[in-house]
Nanobody, 122 residues
Framework: DVQLVESGGGSVQAGGSLRLSCSHF????????MGWFRQAPGKAREGIAG???????YYADSVKGRFTISQDNAKNTVYLQMNSLKPEDTAVYFC?????????????????WGQGTQVTVS
């Protein structure tokens, strides 16, 4: 079974930084799309960044220029470096995986999900 394990959430003051990690296991594919999503209380889940195995990446306008997605394919791990954090970035952050070649931008395109990690910016 595919498993995604996230780490790196926490609390930080506005203007600070955090790095999230997501390791994925149990898949057998030469392709992957890894996405980061977030969900604040009372709001819909929002796609904020994604990266394909070959390095092609995308960002939502809300995080562009502040967040950076990266990956270490040898470690099956994807990272989300979050800088210049704002209170409105407070949410539960999820990583998601799809073993296809064209990366979805919405949550319904990803069949595999991590457990989520809380990020709180005050």
């Amino acid at each position: 079974d595919v498993q995604l394990v996230e780490s790196g959430g926490g609390s930080v003051q506005a203007g600070g930084s955090l790095r999230l990690s997501c390791s994925h296991f149990g898949y057998s594919s030469s392709r992957h799309c890894m996405g980061w999503f977030r969900q604040a209380p009372g709001k819909a889940r929002e796609g904020i960044a994604g990266i394909r195995r070959d390095g092609d990446e995308y960002y939502a306008d809300s995080v562009k220029g502040r967040f950076t997605i990266s990956q270490d394919n040898a470690k099956n791990t994807v990272y989300l470096q979050m800088n210049s954090l704002k209170p409105e970035d407070t949410a539960v952050y999820f990583c998601a995986a799809a073993y296809i070649n064209s990366c979805p931008r919405t949550s319904d395109g990803y069949p595999y999900w991590g457990q989520g990690t809380q990020v709180t910016v005050s």
